[in-house]
């Protein structure tokens, strides 16, 4: 089974910028479609990013598009997520995500991201 | 977007006993075209990512118990837990994946042993 490992987590300030990072395991990482899902301390799930296993497609939440930036470099296993202009509410655990079958089936561990002055 | 509604938001259920979680979509997940529902459960565990537990709705995923089963069709779902152990303790969520890759989860069920 494919292993995800998240990086890049840290703290911020409002307005900042941070890229996350997202390595797996396997080479056939190219397969997948890929995902970041994210989490406010104490709250539920929420779906970020996506983008296809070639990277030619992505989508976005509401709530990040025009200041996040999915992108994957299938040559190194990785994805990444750019994120510009923070805001304390981005402040969660962010998680990559495999899809498989239309649906996350493997997690990393996440990443906190903290922005705050 | 389509919003996941769970109840309860906590429960507590005594070992051995049967644990029932729900979950209502605002919009129907039963694609007719294959007659599937793309709703899935995970469970979350403290410090823990999202496993997978269960997809289309009742498919069980590969190392799950059979103790967890799922079911319901169109906006109504159901988690059960039977025989529940203490290391089912967890936060358990519904996920739609109809509007993938825009996918949504209900707000989460907390699972607690009485």
């Known amino acids: 089974e494919v292993q995800l490992v998240e990086s890049g987590g840290v703290l911020v300030q409002p307005g900042g910028s941070l890229r996350l990072s997202c390595a797996a395991s396997e080479s056939i990482f190219s397969s997948y479609s890929m995902s970041w899902v994210r989490q406010a301390p104490g709250k539920g799930l929420e779906w970020v990013s996506s983008i296809t296993g070639s990277g030619v497609s992505t989508y976005y939440a509401d709530s990040v598009k025009g200041r996040f930036i999915i992108s994957r470099d299938n040559s190194r296993n990785t994805l990444f997520l750019q994120m510009n202009n923070l805001r304390a509410e981005d402040t969660a655990v962010y998680y990559c995500?495999?899809?498989?079958?239309?649906?996350?089936?493997?997690w990393g561990k996440g990443t906190t991201v903290t922005v705050s002055s | 977007d389509i919003v996941m509604t769970q109840s309860p938001d906590s429960l507590a259920v005594s070992l051995g006993e049967r644990a029932t979680i729900n979950c209502k979509s605002t919009l129907s997940v039963l694609y007719s075209s294959n007659n599937k529902n793309y709703l899935a459960w995970y469970r979350q565990k403290p410090g823990q990512p999202p496993k997978l537990l269960i997809s289309?709705?009742?498919i069980r995923e590969s190392g799950v118990p059979d103790r967890f089963s799922g079911s319901g069709s169109g906006t109504d779902f159901t988690l059960t837990i039977n025989n529940l152990q203490a290391e089912d303790v967890a936060v358990y969520y519904c996920q739609q994946y109809y509007t993938t890759p825009r996918i949504t989860f209900g707000q989460g069920t907390r699972l607690e042993i009485k």
């Open positions: 995500a495999k899809f498989s079958s239309f649906l996350p089936d493997v």
């Open positions: 289309w709705a009742s």
